[in-house]
């Protein structure tokens, strides 16, 4: 696979970005990570909208998983320890939750809003080992322009 150029990405993805609407600046975030990444079946938002839970918010993909409590999968890992999750292969990870079964690997990045979670951003591809370090810091500046650019009210009811 080629070389993505995640500072061209990102410089694009901040002038997608011209609205501090939390939920436009979602939708079009995911819609950008689908189209200028390869080998994705899947690209969302999951919200902490309540206690110790995520619910699904804007995607790109199959319909998923509603809700995700802290206590389960990739993205719940994610959740409770505020750090991001690179998974080469789901299958060795007892409590993933598949969503949809061409899933193989998986990238969850916390989205945090001065200290407190506000939600993750999940990545799922087909293939083994898609997510390279290189993706992880490339997605991680993705959500730290997303953070930057979007007003991040509390969500949780
Ligand atoms: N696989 C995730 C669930 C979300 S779906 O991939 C969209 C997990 O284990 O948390």
Redesign the pocket.
Known sequence: MPRVDYALLNRQLASLLDTRDWLTNCAQTCAFIQHALDELN?V?F?LHRQPNQLC?GP?Q?KP??HP?PFS???????ARQQATQRIDD?HT?A??????AA?RS?L?VPIMADSHLWGVL?L?SPQHGRFSQEDQAGIEAFVATFIRQTDLPHLIE
């Open positions: 899947w969302g999951y699904l995607f993909g998923a998983c995700i389960k999968g990739v993205c719940g890992a994610a789901v990870i409590d993933h939750i598949a969503c949809d899933s998986e969850v999940d799922d």
